[in-house]
Protein backbone atom coordinates (compact mmCIF):
# COMPACT_ATOMS: atom_id res chain seq x y z
CA UNK A 1 0.00 0.00 0.00
CA UNK A 2 3.04 2.58 1.39
CA UNK A 3 4.42 1.56 -2.42
CA UNK A 4 1.05 2.60 -4.63
CA UNK A 5 0.79 5.64 -2.45
CA UNK A 6 4.19 6.68 -3.74
CA UNK A 7 3.90 5.85 -7.28
CA UNK A 8 0.41 8.44 -6.88
CA UNK A 9 1.79 10.95 -5.03
CA UNK A 10 4.70 10.68 -7.67
CA UNK A 11 2.04 10.86 -10.74
CA UNK A 12 0.20 13.82 -9.06
CA UNK A 13 3.48 15.74 -8.61
CA UNK A 14 4.67 14.81 -12.36
CA UNK A 15 0.89 16.20 -13.46
CA UNK A 16 1.51 19.26 -11.75
CA UNK A 17 4.60 19.82 -12.82
CA UNK A 18 3.64 19.74 -16.19
CA UNK A 19 0.47 21.74 -15.69
CA UNK A 20 3.17 24.57 -14.28
CA UNK A 21 5.43 24.26 -17.74
CA UNK A 22 2.66 24.48 -20.12
CA UNK A 23 1.25 27.59 -18.33
CA UNK A 24 5.04 29.17 -18.05
CA UNK A 25 5.47 28.23 -21.67
CA UNK A 26 2.36 30.07 -22.50
CA UNK A 27 3.49 32.83 -20.67
CA UNK A 28 7.09 33.11 -22.70
CA UNK A 29 5.98 32.26 -25.81
CA UNK A 30 4.92 34.74 -28.33
CA UNK A 31 1.27 35.36 -28.57
CA UNK A 32 -0.12 36.03 -32.26
CA UNK A 33 -3.25 38.00 -32.00
CA UNK A 34 -3.01 40.93 -34.62
CA UNK A 35 -6.21 40.79 -35.84
CA UNK A 36 -5.27 40.05 -39.37
CA UNK A 37 -4.99 36.19 -40.90
CA UNK A 38 -2.71 37.48 -43.53
CA UNK A 39 0.23 39.01 -40.67
CA UNK A 40 -0.66 35.88 -37.86
CA UNK A 41 0.47 33.41 -41.08
CA UNK A 42 3.63 35.66 -41.49
CA UNK A 43 4.24 36.20 -37.88
CA UNK A 44 4.95 32.28 -37.32
CA UNK A 45 6.86 32.05 -40.43
CA UNK A 46 9.13 35.09 -39.43
CA UNK A 47 9.42 33.28 -36.15
CA UNK A 48 10.82 30.04 -37.68
CA UNK A 49 13.03 32.18 -40.33
CA UNK A 50 15.04 33.61 -37.10
CA UNK A 51 15.60 30.61 -35.46
CA UNK A 52 16.48 29.17 -38.40
CA UNK A 53 19.25 32.23 -40.15
CA UNK A 54 19.87 34.04 -37.12
CA UNK A 55 22.20 36.65 -38.66
CA UNK A 56 20.17 37.49 -41.61
CA UNK A 57 17.04 37.98 -39.34
CA UNK A 58 19.22 40.41 -36.74
CA UNK A 59 20.71 42.38 -40.06
CA UNK A 60 17.19 42.88 -41.10
CA UNK A 61 15.67 44.14 -37.87
CA UNK A 62 18.75 46.75 -37.88
CA UNK A 63 19.29 47.79 -41.51
CA UNK A 64 15.74 48.29 -42.59
CA UNK A 65 14.00 48.55 -39.71
CA UNK A 66 16.85 50.97 -37.40
CA UNK A 67 16.88 48.59 -34.32
CA UNK A 68 20.19 48.77 -32.42
CA UNK A 69 21.87 45.81 -32.48
CA UNK A 70 22.17 45.89 -28.91
CA UNK A 71 18.39 46.37 -28.63
CA UNK A 72 18.08 43.27 -30.82
CA UNK A 73 20.61 41.19 -29.18
CA UNK A 74 19.53 41.70 -25.76
CA UNK A 75 15.72 40.30 -26.86
CA UNK A 76 16.65 37.38 -28.36
CA UNK A 77 19.46 36.14 -25.99
CA UNK A 78 18.71 38.11 -22.58
CA UNK A 79 15.37 38.18 -22.19
CA UNK A 80 14.35 35.19 -24.53
CA UNK A 81 12.32 36.68 -27.02
CA UNK A 82 10.81 35.13 -29.50
CA UNK A 83 12.14 36.63 -32.94
CA UNK A 84 8.50 37.00 -34.05
CA UNK A 85 7.95 39.29 -31.25
CA UNK A 86 11.25 41.13 -31.60
CA UNK A 87 10.34 41.55 -35.42
CA UNK A 88 6.70 42.66 -34.79
CA UNK A 89 7.51 45.27 -31.96
CA UNK A 90 9.99 46.76 -34.53
CA UNK A 91 8.06 46.79 -37.66
CA UNK A 92 5.10 48.79 -35.88
CA UNK A 93 7.69 51.04 -34.52
CA UNK A 94 9.05 51.44 -38.23
CA UNK A 95 5.17 52.14 -39.49
CA UNK A 96 4.78 54.58 -36.09
CA UNK A 97 8.11 56.00 -37.17
CA UNK A 98 9.56 55.72 -34.13
CA UNK A 99 12.28 54.27 -31.80
CA UNK A 100 11.63 50.07 -31.93
CA UNK A 101 12.49 50.34 -28.01
CA UNK A 102 9.69 52.22 -27.39
CA UNK A 103 7.15 49.63 -28.88
CA UNK A 104 9.62 47.15 -26.34
CA UNK A 105 8.39 49.44 -23.53
CA UNK A 106 4.52 49.52 -24.29
CA UNK A 107 4.77 45.91 -24.71
CA UNK A 108 6.62 45.50 -21.23
CA UNK A 109 3.31 47.54 -19.59
CA UNK A 110 1.12 44.86 -20.46
CA UNK A 111 2.62 41.69 -20.74
CA UNK A 112 0.53 38.53 -22.43
CA UNK A 113 -2.72 41.06 -23.84
CA UNK A 114 -1.58 40.13 -27.05
CA UNK A 115 0.33 42.56 -29.70
CA UNK A 116 -3.35 43.73 -31.37
CA UNK A 117 -3.69 45.57 -28.04
CA UNK A 118 -0.32 47.12 -28.13
CA UNK A 119 -1.18 48.07 -31.64
CA UNK A 120 -4.27 49.15 -30.57
CA UNK A 121 -2.55 51.51 -28.02
CA UNK A 122 -1.06 53.49 -30.85
CA UNK A 123 -4.04 53.87 -33.12
CA UNK A 124 -2.90 50.64 -35.25
CA UNK A 125 -5.86 48.46 -36.02
CA UNK A 126 -6.77 46.08 -39.32
CA UNK A 127 -7.64 48.38 -42.17
CA UNK A 128 -5.49 51.48 -41.22
CA UNK A 129 -3.23 53.42 -42.81
CA UNK A 130 -0.46 52.88 -40.79
CA UNK A 131 -1.33 48.70 -40.42
CA UNK A 132 -1.39 48.58 -44.76
CA UNK A 133 2.18 50.33 -44.26
CA UNK A 134 3.00 47.86 -41.90
CA UNK A 135 2.50 44.91 -44.43
CA UNK A 136 3.65 46.64 -47.28
CA UNK A 137 6.99 46.34 -44.64
CA UNK A 138 6.65 42.67 -44.01
CA UNK A 139 6.08 41.40 -47.76
CA UNK A 140 9.41 43.40 -48.59
CA UNK A 141 11.61 41.79 -45.68
CA UNK A 142 10.48 38.58 -47.78
CA UNK A 143 11.25 40.16 -50.80
CA UNK A 144 14.89 40.76 -49.25
CA UNK A 145 14.54 37.62 -47.71
CA UNK A 146 14.16 35.43 -51.24
CA UNK A 147 10.72 34.99 -51.35
CA UNK A 148 8.44 37.53 -52.52
CA UNK A 149 4.77 37.77 -51.37
CA UNK A 150 1.89 39.68 -52.20
CA UNK A 151 -0.18 41.41 -49.32
CA UNK A 152 -3.07 39.28 -48.46
CA UNK A 153 -2.64 36.61 -51.02
CA UNK A 154 -2.70 33.49 -48.94
CA UNK A 155 0.70 31.64 -49.29
CA UNK A 156 2.69 29.32 -46.86
CA UNK A 157 6.89 29.91 -47.12
CA UNK A 158 8.61 26.85 -45.55
CA UNK A 159 12.13 28.54 -44.36
CA UNK A 160 13.55 25.69 -44.61
CA UNK A 161 13.39 24.98 -48.16
CA UNK A 162 13.54 28.44 -48.80
CA UNK A 163 16.21 30.53 -46.62
CA UNK A 164 20.01 31.82 -47.40
CA UNK A 165 21.40 28.95 -49.26
CA UNK A 166 18.55 26.77 -49.80
CA UNK A 167 17.44 25.89 -53.66
CA UNK A 168 14.81 28.03 -54.53
CA UNK A 169 12.76 27.09 -58.24
CA UNK A 170 11.53 30.05 -60.00
CA UNK A 171 8.74 28.87 -60.27
CA UNK A 172 8.09 28.65 -56.68
CA UNK A 173 8.17 32.39 -55.85
CA UNK A 174 7.77 34.67 -58.85
CA UNK A 175 7.59 38.40 -58.07
CA UNK A 176 3.95 39.50 -59.31
CA UNK A 177 2.88 42.73 -61.34
CA UNK A 178 1.09 43.58 -57.58
CA UNK A 179 3.91 43.95 -55.76
CA UNK A 180 5.78 46.57 -57.63
CA UNK A 181 2.94 49.13 -56.65
CA UNK A 182 3.88 48.90 -53.17
CA UNK A 183 7.68 48.82 -53.60
CA UNK A 184 8.32 52.87 -51.89
CA UNK A 185 11.43 51.68 -49.56
CA UNK A 186 14.07 49.18 -49.29
CA UNK A 187 15.42 46.77 -51.85
CA UNK A 188 11.93 47.26 -53.75
CA UNK A 189 12.81 50.72 -54.76
CA UNK A 190 16.38 49.84 -55.18
CA UNK A 191 15.57 46.94 -57.84
CA UNK A 192 13.54 49.00 -60.09
CA UNK A 193 16.02 51.27 -60.04
CA UNK A 194 18.55 49.13 -61.53
CA UNK A 195 16.26 47.83 -63.57
CA UNK A 196 15.53 50.93 -65.60
CA UNK A 197 19.24 51.69 -65.45
CA UNK A 198 20.34 48.31 -66.72
CA UNK A 199 17.94 49.47 -69.68
CA UNK A 200 19.04 52.60 -70.32
CA UNK A 201 22.50 51.39 -70.99
CA UNK A 202 21.35 48.53 -73.35
CA UNK A 203 19.26 50.87 -75.57
CA UNK A 204 22.01 53.59 -74.96
CA UNK A 205 24.53 50.89 -76.32
CA UNK A 206 22.55 49.64 -79.22
CA UNK A 207 21.52 53.06 -80.46
CA UNK A 208 25.17 53.94 -80.44
CA UNK A 209 26.50 51.02 -82.77
CA UNK A 210 23.52 51.22 -85.16
CA UNK A 211 24.09 55.04 -85.64
CA UNK A 212 27.91 54.32 -85.89
CA UNK A 213 27.63 51.50 -88.44
CA UNK A 214 25.41 53.71 -90.55
CA UNK A 215 27.92 56.17 -90.86
CA UNK A 216 30.61 54.19 -91.56
CA UNK A 217 29.12 52.88 -94.55
Known amino acids: MKT ?14 GIGAA ?5 VGYNIRTGDVWVDTRLGEINDYGRRYRDPFVGEMTGYYGAPRSLIVELLDNRRWAPADVYYACALA ?7 VNVVREYDRNPGLGWGNVAKHYGIKPGSPAFHALKRGTASTYGRWGYPVVVDRPVHVDWSKHGPGKSQGKGNAPRPAADHGHGKSGHDSDDHGDKGKGKGKDQGNGSGK ?8
Do not use: R
Open 4 to 17: LKKIGLAAALAVGL
Open 23 to 27: ASAQT
Open 94 to 100: HSLGIPC
Open 210 to 217: EKGNGKGK
